[in-house]
């Protein structure tokens, strides 16, 4: 490897923690890629990213959460602050925030559902001229068809955010997985991968299995 | 669902809204404790710590501009706070602080325990990283902060965030090859 290489491989490699938590740009998350789809020792370190992103976050998770305390505190000292007058902020975006934010939901609701309305004709459309082109034996998407009970083994999945619904959906079909929650903070889903509860050796190998599926970003065990 | 933006919960918070300042501390207070609670690793001062960094979002909400997200903003002021904090503290109750915090790696049951358990001890020593790396991989891998948060929040430039996370990461894995576990890199 030259060095022109080298110093472009250093490059891509400060940046796998970003591409592992999602937070890359697109022209960024291209780039790495192409050089991990190139590159076996840099996918290779790229798994070790992932287990850091994953210890982390499993860290990070057991640290527990402030008492009341916390915000008994606060309000008091916020209570014992002068009152203020009234500002005008001169941010646009919070201003046109504020603007749709100052909508009753009655009328969100009614804005909504004739977008919804217009989304739904279109589909209607669309859906009909594909329909006389091909018939169909009809789908059943890969969550839909059963009812998540709280049975079973669960783990969290974080999808890759350039993984798109076609590719998740493929994996949940392929994996006979159901997604039982979420997304939660993160965009952290809880996915059954199991109708029955799993043994943890056999729940860990699961877990192991699926790390390795390029639309999946994290999964951990959950209880 | 429609959720109110932090951005309009910060406009609110200007004109004194008692209401949008619980929704937005409803909102983040546990992320923004957990951050702080990595850096000064006790439970009371970390709770502290958020009542003041809040207080300072209701007195400062009229200020903000927008420029970043209102995370990466309460994470800046937390950042600046626990560090004051730091500073504020004597030489001697660091020492005792930091004899607590690290553990004797010689002859712990726990940590030949660890050896087995690849996830625990690299939970171990991520808590044993330096304040500079423990926060720098936090932001990065549980706040979800990207490379201009990072600097923002950090007050570094973006191409000195890559290499501190690098050199972090190096040390994580350092830490855990004394432990028995050799990765294959750096």
């Known amino acids: ?223 | 669902m429609q959720t109110t933006s932090d951005e309009v919960l910060i406009g609110r918070i200007a004109n004194g809204d008692r209401l949008a300042m619980q929704v937005l501390f409803a909102r983040h207070h546990v992320g923004v404790y957990r951050f702080v609670l990595r850096l000064v690793r006790n439970e009371a001062t970390a709770e502290d710590l958020i009542s003041d960094v809040f207080l300072d979002v209701w007195r400062q909400a009229g200020k903000f501009e927008g420029r970043s997200a209102v995370s990466t903003w309460l994470l800046s002021i937390a950042r600046f706070k626990a560090l004051s904090m730091l500073r504020r503290r004597t030489e001697d109750e660091l020492d005792d602080e930091a004899a607590g915090a690290i553990e004797d790696h010689s002859d712990d049951p726990e940590v030949a325990l660890a050896k087995k358990d690849k996830g625990k001890a690299m939970r171990q020593c991520l808590s044993e990283l330096s304040n500079e790396h423990r926060e720098i991989i936090d932001l990065v891998y549980y706040h979800e902060k990207s490379v201009e948060e990072v600097a923002a929040i950090v007050g570094i430039p973006e191409a000195t965030v890559k290499t501190r996370m690098f050199y972090a990461r190096k040390k994580l894995s350092e830490l855990l090859k004394e432990r028995g576990i050799d990765r294959g890199w750096p």
């Open chain 1, 1 to 223: 490897m030259n060095t022109a290489n080298e110093t472009e491989r250093s490059d891509i490699e400060e940046l796998l923690p970003w591409l592992a938590a999602g937070t890359l740009d697109h022209r960024d998350t291209r780039r790495v890629e192409a050089a991990l789809a190139e590159d076996p020792e840099l996918a290779r370190r790229y798994e070790l990213v992932r287990e850091e992103l994953g210890e982390t976050i499993h860290l990070n998770e057991t640290l527990g959460a402030p008492s009341a305390r916390a915000m008994d505190a606060l309000f008091a000292k916020i209570d014992a602050e002068p009152a203020r007058k009234p500002v005008v902020s001169l941010n646009l975006g919070a201003r046109i925030g504020e603007f749709f934010a100052s909508f009753s939901p009655r009328t969100l609701a009614w804005s909504a559902s004739a977008a919804a309305l217009a989304i739904v004709l279109q589909a209607a459309i669309i859906g009909g001229v594909l329909l006389k082109e091909k018939d169909t034996g009809g789908y059943e998407t890969a969550s839909a068809p059963t009812t998540v009970s709280g049975e079973g083994s669960y783990v969290l999945i974080q999808f890759q955010p350039q993984a798109n619904a076609g590719a998740i959906t493929n994996f949940l079909e392929t994996n006979k997985l159901s997604i039982a929650g979420g997304p939660s903070a993160g965009g952290i889903y809880r996915v059954r991968v199991a109708a029955k509860k799993l043994a943890k050796p056999d729940l860990d190998r699961v877990v192991k299995e699926l790390q390795h599926n390029t639309v999946v970003g994290f999964v951990a065990v959950t209880e």
